[in-house]
């Protein structure tokens, strides 16, 4: 399955992404290449995750994974085989946080392993504008993983390509501005808001590839 | 080997010479980068660099659209106007209700082509400038979003109107029939418009940077000097006059009003996308062209002189269109 997710990604996946997005990228030198590493997103479409997965070179590509929605991705059919073959999820069940479950378990275990784990904090897909509050689970992954990169990243535009709800995807060009890695710095609060300040740093330097 | 020889002795050898000049000038500049370079090393070339590959690559892929015919130039224009359509449409001020229109946009492509494979050079010549300057605005009113109804219409026109309609005048010179009497065949005459047009931007900037003092339009483009765009269109028009007989049928007074507009529209070309991308607080539109930007970047001096250069064509010497 390993070569099936290569072809599918370098093939189909990546001519996609570049006829529908343009696939700009500032800051490509800051991608972390080696696991375990964390890169951060913000979320507005699932071409997000398209991108994500487009910009990374062939060698690296094994290792990167997208944390996604169990009961949205995961619930069967055709979207479960294709996230789990070919996304290579690392599933989050959001639905069971009250159960006590540990659901952030398979993304620990993802980076014990070495994998390089696509985080959107947000939760769910935004409007393309305005962040969402940031969920805390990048801090507590962080702090398991101390010595990890957490790698912030801008993704401008891709919003308009398709939106939530939308089913026809229109091209327009995105930008994925990579930031610099910051590390855990053993305070919940002060890292979570270093986070979103970074992230919005991003975003003041993104092109105005947005609606009016 | 055969092959390969049989298919470049049919090609018209002016074209082959010219390519060949082109490689030629682009050696040319990679030399004078090396020597710049073991002069200078403190100096960093890597834009300047970065610039002379990424000509080799869009010197290889136009050459060899050239030399494949005009099913080979038409797709390739095809490419070009889109992604500088979608360069133009990601970046200017769109309304989020717009998202159907962007995509009726990109369907002008296939449909403005269309007219250029089917060699309907009467269809091609109204439709953009009649139809979809009326239609688009109706299917806006559809959609009932008002604010900002105008200047979205009128954004929308100026990026089909340049990306898509002025463009396909170049791809459409392919389809001169050979009894028009182009002595380097429909392909030197796109050839001739792309080097004169590239060409004139290069002279601009040599002249400008050797000689450049007094500022020619400071709030638009402030490295733009008086001397640079007077020094370019001498330059440029010289090149014309001697290289215009020899890829097209042109002569005397047809030749003279070509050589003496056709930098003069590159310029214009140039400063009034630059006025937009200032507008739009841009540098570039895009980075797809290490060294160079975004394809509009590339080809805003083209979307003047296409046109140009197609009409004078028609003028004084094409009797197809």
């Not at chain 1, 930008?175 to 970074?198: C, K, N, S, Y």
């Not at chain 2, 001096?301 to 197809?320: G, M, V």
Request: proline share 7%.
């Amino acid at each position: 399955m390993r070569w099936l997710r290569r072809i599918v990604i370098v093939l189909v996946a990546r001519p996609l992404a570049r006829v529908f997005t343009g696939a700009d990228i500032v800051g490509r030198e800051r991608l972390p290449l080696k696991g375990p590493a964390i890169v951060v997103a913000n979320h507005a479409s699932h071409v997000d995750t398209l991108l994500l997965l487009t910009i990374y070179p062939s060698k690296a590509l094994d290792r990167v994974r997208p944390a996604a929605a169990a009961d949205y991705f995961l619930k069967g059919g055709p979207l479960a085989w294709f996230s789990r073959n070919i996304l290579n999820v690392v599933p989050v069940a959001r639905d069971k946080v009250a159960s006590g479950e540990d659901i952030l378990a398979p993304a620990r275990e993802a980076l014990a392993a070495g994998d390089i784990l696509l985080i959107f904090p947000e939760g769910t897909r935004g409007d393309g504008e305005a962040m969402a509050r940031l969920k805390n689970g990048v801090a507590r992954l962080a702090a398991a993983f101390p010595q990890a990169p957490i790698v912030p990243i801008w993704l401008q535009g891709a919003g308009r390509v398709l939106p939530k709800g939308a089913h026809l995807p229109v091209p327009m060009n995105c930008t994925v501005l990579v930031g610099e890695p910051l590390h855990w710095g053993g305070e919940r609060a002060a890292f979570m808001e270093d986070l979103r300040v970074r992230l919005e740093a991003l975003h003041a330097l993104a092109p105005p590839q947005r609606w009016t | 080997m055969d092959v390969i020889a049989r298919f470049f002795s049919g090609q018209p050898p002016a074209l082959l010479w010219g390519l060949g000049g082109v490689l030629g000038a682009l050696t040319l500049a990679v030399a004078i980068t090396w020597g710049l370079s073991k002069a200078k090393p403190a100096k960093d070339y890597t834009n300047l660099r970065q610039r002379i590959a990424s000509w080799w690559v869009m010197i290889a892929l136009l050459s060899a659209a050239l030399l494949a015919g005009w099913g080979a130039v038409v797709a390739l224009f095809v490419v070009i106007s889109f992604i500088a359509l979608r360069e133009f449409l990601s970046l200017a001020p769109i309304r989020r209700e717009d998202r159907l229109i962007v995509f009726v946009a990109y369907l002008t492509i296939p449909i403005s082509y269309g007219f250029i494979v089917a060699d309907t050079y009467g269809f091609f010549l109204v439709f953009t400038p009649v139809y979809v300057f009326m239609f688009l605005p109706f299917l806006m009113a559809c959609i009932g979003q008002t604010r900002a109804y105008l200047t979205t219409m009128a954004t929308f026109h100026w990026a089909i109107a340049t990306c898509v309609y002025a463009l396909g005048f170049a791809a459409f010179l392919m389809r001169t029939p050979l009894s028009d009497g182009a002595p380097a065949g429909p392909a030197g005459l796109v050839f001739l418009l792309l080097v004169a047009t590239e060409a004139n931007d290069v002279f601009q900037y040599c002249w400008g940077k050797a000689l450049g003092k007094r500022k020619i339009m400071p709030t638009v483009s402030p490295n733009k000097t008086w001397e640079g765009f007077l020094g370019g269109w001498a330059t440029t028009a010289a090149l014309l006059w001697f290289a215009g007989p020899v890829f097209t049928p042109l002569s005397g007074v047809g030749l003279a009003i070509l050589a003496i507009s056709l930098p003069v529209a590159g310029f214009a070309g140039d400063v009034t996308m630059s006025a937009i991308k200032r507008d739009l607080g841009v540098k570039d539109t895009s980075g797809l062209i290490p060294g160079h930007g975004g394809i509009l970047d590339r080809v805003d001096s083209l979307l003047f002189t296409a046109p140009l250069y197609f009409h004078i064509l028609a003028y004084f010497a094409l009797d197809h269109f």
